[in-house]
C-alpha cells in the first residue's frame, strides 16, 4: 500500500492535518487506534483563540462553528472575594475567543473527511514506524479486521498525542526533553444547567482554583483544583456542587446547579521535547509538547502545528526541504510562548499544598496588577487570544 503522507491519531491535530494536505491536492491515511465513536465523545478542551476560528473558517471547516460556537470578548478574573472583568475586544484591537467543544469540532472534521472520501481507519492496533531515516518510512498496522498492513509514505505525521508511539519511536538522546508535574490536577464536570455568567471566572480562593466555562446556552463546564491522586469516587455530586458554591461565592451572583452528566480529573503537567522531527518523521500537537489547561492551549497549539506542518509537507513534496527543516523551529516559539503564558496562569491561581503566606501575597499582587493595570492586561489579553496571532 502507499500513500503520501501517513498520519497517527484521529485527534484534531491529525484530522485537520489531513485535510489541509487534500486542499494542497496531497493524498494521507490517518490510522486511530480508538473507536470514531469513542473519539468524537472524549471531552476536553473548549476554547479557540481568535486566529484558531479564522484558520477554520479559511479552511471551509466553519459551518456549524459559526452557528453554534459563543463568541466571548473577555472573562473575569476572581479572587480575594472581587470578581473583575478583563475586555480582550478593548484591549487587543477587536481580538475574541470561541467556546466550541473539541468533541464537536472531532465531529466535523471526521464527517469532513469521510464526505471528501479520506482514507481514515479507527479501531487499528499495534501501529509502528521504521525507515524514519530514508526518504520512503513505512507505517504499518493492523486493520479492524485483523489483517497487517504496511504503508510506504514519503513522510509520517505523529499526531498521537502525548501517550504515542510517535515520540518513542525517535532515538534516544537525539531529543531534549523539559518536563514539570504540578502538585494538583483539574476535577471537570459538564452539567445540564444554563451557564450562570456570560464570559468565563478564573477564581483563586484560599481553598484552590475554580474555572466557569460553558459548551452551550443550556450546557455549562466548570473545573475545581484537587489533589493530583484523589479518585474521582471521592466526589459525588454533591460535594462538588459545595465546592464551587463555596469557591465561585460572590454577593448578589447566584451559581446555578443541574444534573452532572460527565465528570473526569485530568493530572497538570509542563511538557517540551524538540525537535519535532527525525528523519521523515514529524511531531505534531501532544506528542511534542503538553501544558496544563488553564488558559487553553493545548487544543490551539495542535491546530497551530499542523498549519505550519502542511505547508512544510507540500514544499517537501515538492522537492523543497526548507520549510520541513525549518518545521521544528517555526512551530517550538509558539509553544515556548504557550508554555510560559499557561505555567504563568497555573501558578498566579492554583494553591500548591506547600504555599507558604508569602507565596500567596505575590499571587494577590499579581492579580491586583493584572486587573488594574492596562499594559498588564493587555499582555495577559494578547496571550490568552493567541500569541503571535494564527492569522
Ligand atoms: P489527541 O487529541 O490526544 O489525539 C491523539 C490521537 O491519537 C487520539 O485519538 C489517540 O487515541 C490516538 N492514538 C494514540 N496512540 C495511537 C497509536 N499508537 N496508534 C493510533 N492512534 C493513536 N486543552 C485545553 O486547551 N483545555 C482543556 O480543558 C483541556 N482538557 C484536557 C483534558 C484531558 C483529559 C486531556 C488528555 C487533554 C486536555 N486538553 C485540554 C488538551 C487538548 O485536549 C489537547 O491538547 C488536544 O487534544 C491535542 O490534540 P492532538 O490531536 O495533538 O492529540
Ligand atoms: C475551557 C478549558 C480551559 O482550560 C480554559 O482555560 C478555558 C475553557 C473549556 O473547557 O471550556
Not at 444534573?259 to 493530572?267: E, V
Request: hydrophobic share 40%.
Amino acid at each position: 500500500m502507499r500513500t503520501q503522507v501517513g498520519i497517527i491519531g484521529a485527534g484534531p491535530a491529525g484530522l485537520l492535518l489531513s485535510h489541509l494536505l487534500t486542499l494542497r491536492g496531497i493524498d494521507s491515511l490517518v490510522v486511530e487506534d480508538r473507536s470514531r465513536s469513542y473519539c468524537e465523545a472524549r471531552q476536553r478542551a473548549g476554547l479557540l483563540e481568535d486566529g484558531t476560528v479564522k484558520l477554520l473558517r479559511e479552511a471551509d471547516l466553519a459551518q456549524r462553528l459559526d452557528a453554534e460556537g459563543l463568541e466571548h470578548g473577555g472573562i473575569y478574573l476572581q479572587f480575594a472575594g472581587e470578581r473583575h472583568h478583563l475586555d480582550f475586544r478593548d484591549l487587543t484591537g477587536g481580538r475574541t475567543v470561541t467556546i466550541y467543544a473539541q468533541t464537536e469540532i472531532v465531529k466535523d472534521l471526521i464527517a469532513r473527511r469521510l464526505a471528501d472520501g479520506g482514507a481514515l481507519e479507527f479501531e487499528v492496533a499495534d501501529t509502528a514506524v521504521a525507515g524514519l531515516d530514508t526518504d520512503r518510512p513505512v507505517l504499518s498496522y493492523t486493520a479492524a479486521g485483523g489483517e497487517r498492513r504496511e504503508v510506504a509514505c514519503d513522510a509520517i505525521a505523529g499526531c498521537d498525542g502525548f501517550h504515542g508511539i510517535s515520540r518513542p519511536a525517535i532515538p534516544a538522546g537525539l531529543l531534549r526533553v523539559w518536563d514539570r508535574a504540578y502538585p494538583y490536577a483539574w476535577l471537570g464536570i459538564t452539567a445540564e444547567v444554563p451557564p450562570s455568567t456570560d464570559e468565563l471566572i478564573y477564581d483563586r480562593h484560599p481553598e484552590g482554583f475554580a474555572l466557569h466555562t460553558m459548551r452551550t446556552p443550556q450546557v455549562s463546564r466548570l473545573y475545581l483544583q484537587v489533589r493530583p491522586d484523589e479518585r474521582i469516587e471521592e466526589w459525588p455530586d454533591d460535594r462538588i456542587w459545595a465546592a464551587f458554591q463555596r469557591r465561585l461565592a460572590l454577593p448578589g451572583w447566584e451559581l446555578k446547579e443541574g444534573p452532572i452528566f460527565d465528570r473526569a480529573i485530568t493530572p497538570m503537567r509542563s511538557f517540551v521535547s524538540s525537535p519535532m522531527r527525525y528523519g521523515r518523521l514529524f511531531l505534531a500537537g501532544d506528542a511534542a509538547h503538553i501544558v496544563p489547561p488553564t488558559g487553553a492551549k493545548g487544543l490551539n497549539l495542535a491546530m497551530a502545528d499542523v498549519t505550519v506542518l502542511a505547508d512544510a509537507l507540500e514544499a517537501l513534496l515538492r522537492g523543497d526541504s526548507r520549510p520541513a527543516d525549518g518545521y521544528s523551529d517555526a512551530c517550538l516559539g509558539r509553544v515556548w510562548r504557550a508554555t510560559h503564558f499557561s505555567w504563568w496562569m497555573t501558578t498566579m491561581l492554583h494553591v500548591a499544598p506547600d504555599a507558604d503566606p508569602m507565596t500567596e501575597e505575590l499571587q494577590l499582587s499579581q492579580l491586583r496588577y493584572v486587573t488594574s493595570s492596562r499594559a498588564a492586561a493587555t499582555s495577559l489579553a494578547e496571550n490568552y487570544t493567541g500569541y503571535p496571532p494564527l492569522r
